[in-house]
């Protein structure tokens, strides 16, 4: 039978396991990554590893995330991040060089290879031809010393593009039409593979926004083909050696196939609070605008911005709309810059923020109170934005340009003059931002700085026979690791620092929760469906953790959080009858007995000591996640020996 493009890079790269879908397979990893935000916890646990250089074929730390050094928490953490990547052979992107996807595709990303980072969106690999994963810190801290990435074996989903896109119809409207179609939970357990003849009509950052919003879906990761397009972008980047051909088996085998007519697509734009909540630009096209924000590391590649210049060329801003642009990295920027269009953007009146994250994690440009904010990001989840009433709208850079100028949301189709943008033959290239690591033998002398704010890794509890544990919070569907630990610009500065953190857990929820868990010592947490959607944060599993919870069941779970939950030793169940959550009740007593026995059968009994009654948790662990949790988390299991 013949292979999917996905399945030939896992052959490849197999280490251990079958390749049947829903069985465990590890693999080689040749790439990492980190940001700032999860990469101070995932250096802390590399060194906690003793492994004195990384075993990567390259491994890099950006830091984009939270560039500000407002106060020396954050300045400390560069600081810190600087100094550990050249000590153990990571290369190190300096705060303003750009946004970790963005400057990954345009320099390091390479076809055919494996990459895992401590980021969702890492996925926008895909776009190159490249088996990218999101994953927790403490994963990508163990690939980079050498060890496998375990992932559960995936499906196959092909999306079948035929036709072209139409002028001011983008790759952004076709990621958010999947994301209509198959929703945030439709390619949970699935990799998703673009092909069909509309393929060779879309450009490498084009493909990279549609791999980006795949992690949207739930999706496992999601791959392009690697063709002409990709030799022709890897050649003006100057690195055209790097091109492999990939291509899938014509009789190569896919569980679900969705066909998209890139001729016949509109303009699209996801609604508040969920970036599958999606309806055409043209049915709202009298909402007032407040805000528009461009960027982020969905949208903010050269053409993007082009085109926003292009549009912006000679008018001006809406008077009632304010308007930030983040270029995607420095190499997007100085090409601006120097043709000119950067001019174009400043002179429309849009303000020009760093090659950074910026705004997309709530580091400034929080939407005015109730303020409708029209953004070219991959999330608009409830209060991310800084601004808990704020409206956020997710489109593409043109749809946001349009209602920029109008002040409405309105259907870029409807206004404009043609847009004709190229690719330029050559990108400018100036790599001097990314620092190499130190040669081995200055390594070993070499000192880490480290800040007062970096704190200790917190120590998690080995797991016994038995647990009794308070119901400390009892949470809806499609809970997303912003509601668990929320980010922006109050609390990024503390990522090092589990205890501040844990102040914030769940705030957006329930602001008693830290204070109730705390006091409850050990606690469970109970889920509706898709519990852990969205972010990578192992924060989300740690703070948790920290504040004494040991179990949480939920209706079903997203796939990184599912593996930060066993990383950080807290036990992930599943309700065996959905029902069972209606019956469980905040603050009630829970006891969970025969652990060991129940892991290995697939089956907890857990009874609920205020009502007496019980009720089944599934599980499906394989053996190394069980010695895993038995060990208190894999940090924990990793001193112990385990691989
Ligand atoms: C995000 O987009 O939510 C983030 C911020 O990039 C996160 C990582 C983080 O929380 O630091 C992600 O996507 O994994
Ligand atoms: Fe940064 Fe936003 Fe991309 Fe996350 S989604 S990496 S915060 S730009």
């Known amino acids: 039978m013949g292979m999917t493009i996905a399945q030939k890079i896992i052959k490849n790269h197999l280490v251990s396991g079958d390749m049947t879908v829903g069985s465990e397979v590890a693999l080689r990893i040749d790439q990492t990554l980190t940001q700032d935000a999860t990469g101070t916890m995932a250096y802390l646990e590399f060194e906690t590893m003793g492994i004195p250089r990384v075993k990567t074929e390259f491994s890099i730390a950006y830091v984009d995330h939270n560039t500000l050094q407002c106060g020396f928490e954050n300045s400390d953490d560069h600081r810190y991040l600087q100094t550990v990547t050249a000590k153990h052979g990571v290369h190190f992107s300096r705060p303003g060089n750009g946004i970790c996807h963005q400057v990954h595709l345009e320099r390091f990303g390479k076809p055919g290879k494996t990459l895992i980072g401590s980021d969702s969106h890492t996925p926008t690999g895909g776009g190159i031809g490249m088996l990218a994963f999101g994953a927790g810190g403490l994963d990508v801290a163990v690939a980079m010393g050498g060890g496998a990435y375990y992932i559960t074996m995936p499906k196959m989903f092909k999306v079948n593009l035929t036709g072209k896109l139409r002028p001011y119809v983008t790759a952004k409207d076709v990621s958010l039409e999947l994301l209509r179609i198959l929703s945030v939970k439709g390619g949970v357990g699935a990799i998703v593979e673009w092909g069909g003849e509309g393929v060779a009509t879309l450009t490498v950052p084009e493909r990279g926004t549609i791999t980006n919003m795949g992690t949207e879906l739930g999706a496992t990761t999601s791959i392009f083909p690697s063709d002409d397009i990709t030799r022709q972008f890897l050649a003006a980047q100057g690195r055209e050696e790097d091109y492999v051909p990939l291509a899938s088996d014509p009789d190569a085998e896919y ?93 429309s009146g849009a303000r020009v923020l760093e090659c950074a994250c910026g705004p997309c994690i709530g580091m400034g440009f929080s939407p005015n109170s109730g303020g409708v904010s029209l953004r070219t990001f991959n999330r608009n989840f409830l209060g991310r934005s800084g601004t808990k009433d704020g409206q ?99 609390i990024l500065p503390y990522r090092s620092n589990i205890p501040f953190l844990s102040r914030f857990c769940f705030e957006v929820c329930d602001p008693t929760f830290s204070e109730r868990a705390k006091a409850a010592g050990d606690g469970i947490i109970i889920g509706g469906s898709n519990y852990g959607q969205g972010s990578s944060r192992e924060h989300a599993a740690l703070v948790p953790m920290y504040l004494g919870i040991r179990c949480v069941i939920a209706k079903s779970f997203a796939r990184i959080h599912v593996a930060n939950l066993i990383n950080a030793g807290i036990l992930p169940l599943t309700f065996e009858n959905p029902e069972d959550y209606d019956n469980l009740n905040q603050d009630a007593m829970l006891h969970l007995s025969d652990i060991f026995s129940g892991m290995d059968n697939g089956k907890i009994t857990i009874t609920d000591k205020t009502t007496g009654t019980s009720f089944n948790a599934v599980c499906a662990f394989t053996d190394r996640q069980k010695a895993i949790l038995k060990a208190g988390g894999l940090l924990n299991y990793t001193k112990e020996g385990g691989q």
């Open 255 to 347: 569980d679900r196939i969705i066909d998209i007519d890139l001729s016949t697509l509109e303009p699209m734009i996801a609604c508040p609070h969920s970036p599958d909540n999606v309806v055409k630009v043209s049915s709202l096209k009298d909402v007032k605008v407040d805000q528009v924000c461009i960027g982020s590391c969905t949208n903010s590649s050269l053409m993007d911005l082009l085109k926003v210049a292009a549009m912006l060329k000679g008018k001006t801003v809406h008077p009632s709309v304010s308007m930030s642009v983040s270029p995607g990295s420095k190499q997007v920027l100085t090409m601006l810059s120097n043709c000119g269009a950067l001019s174009d953007i400043l002179a």
């Open 392 to 490: 956020v709208y997710l489109v593409s850079p043109e749809t946001a340009v349009a209602a920029a100028l109008t002040g409405y949301i309105t259907d870029p189709t409807t206004i404009s003059e043609p847009l004709e943008i190229q690719m330029p033959d050559k990108f400018l290239i100036n790599d001097s931002a990314v620092l190499a690591p130190l040669p081995l033998e200055e390594a070993a002398q070499a000192e880490v700085l480290r800040g007062p704010n970096i704190k200790e890794f917190p120590k998690s509890k080995a797991f016994t026979d038995s647990l009794d544990a308070q119901l400390v919070l009892k949470v809806g569907d499609n809970i997303t690791t912003d509601h668990i630990m929320p980010a922006g610009a109050k």
